[in-house]
């Protein structure tokens, strides 16, 4: 089974700084996919950014990016300029990729960081 | 607009009753659907998968009997929780994946349902 780790219950920062969100996991799975999913007071889930195991390079959506060290299994989540809309709840996620008679697994959560952007 | 579509965002029902919840995928056909379930302050935790021609496969301590899943259609997934109790009461979210093998290609959450159980 994949245990996922977020140390850090709640951050907060200012505006226009930038912060980074840790997250370890833990497998067995050589290929699997990493997530970053923001949940904001409405809690629709929101897809931030995501990380193929097997890619070397470090995924990045506008001010988001990520730092996997694959052999550490650490998924750090850096978001740069930092604004108020950033402020959600921040959970890191594991899933297994599909296997043929098996199907699709679900994903594995971490219990999420609490970020709050300050003005 | 929505890409997953989860009815109804919210309910109140008393204790022994069954409700229903809907999760459907609008414009893409959902091979995969996965319920999770949200206590406040806590993290989502998987309830189950319904892979597409198959039954239901429930996570450990998850009663199969008491959550009903009916993967219905490509587009169509529901949770029956049946003979609801004030413990049942929780914040539950459905998730459709499609994209064929590569589930990741289109997976999407449904906005949630919050079920008050009195």
């Known amino acids: 089974a994949q245990t996922v780790t977020q140390s850090q219950p709640e951050m907060s920062v200012q505006e226009a700084e930038t912060v980074t969100l840790s997250c370890t996991y833990d497998t067995s799975e050589n290929n699997y996919y990493l997530f970053w999913y923001k949940q904001p007071p409405s809690r629709q889930m929101i897809l931030v950014i995501r990380?193929?195991?097997?890619?070397?390079q470090n995924a990045t959506e506008n001010r988001f990016s990520v730092n996997f060290q694959k052999a550490a299994k650490s998924f750090s989540l850096k978001i740069s300029d930092s604004q108020l809309g950033d402020t959600a709840m921040y959970f890191c996620?594991?899933?297994?990729?599909?296997?043929?008679?098996?199907?699709?697994?679900?994903?594995?959560f971490g219990k999420g960081t609490h970020l709050i952007i300050q003005p | 607009g929505a890409v997953v579509s989860q009815h109804p965002s919210r309910v109140i029902c008393k204790s022994g009753t069954s409700v229903k919840i809907e999760c459907r995928s609008l414009?893409?056909?959902?091979?995969?659907m996965f319920w999770y379930r949200q206590f406040p302050k806590q993290s989502l935790m998987l309830m189950a998968t319904?892979?597409?021609?198959?039954?239901?496969?429930?996570e450990q301590g998850v009663e199969k009997d008491k959550f009903l899943i009916n993967h219905a259609s490509l587009t169509l997934s529901t949770l029956t929780v049946t003979s609801a109790h004030p413990e049942d009461s929780s914040f539950y979210i459905c998730?459709?994946?499609?994209?064929?093998?590569?589930?990741?290609?289109?997976?999407?959450f449904g906005s949630g349902t919050q079920l008050s159980v009195l």
């Open positions: 998730s459709a994946g499609g994209g064929g093998t590569d589930v990741m290609k289109k997976l999407f």
């Open positions: 319904s892979n597409e021609g198959s039954k239901a496969t429930y």
């Open positions: 996620a594991f899933m297994k990729p599909y296997s043929s008679g098996g199907g699709a697994d679900g994903l594995t």
């Open positions: 414009d893409f056909q959902a091979t995969t």
């Open positions: 990380q193929e195991a097997y890619k070397q």
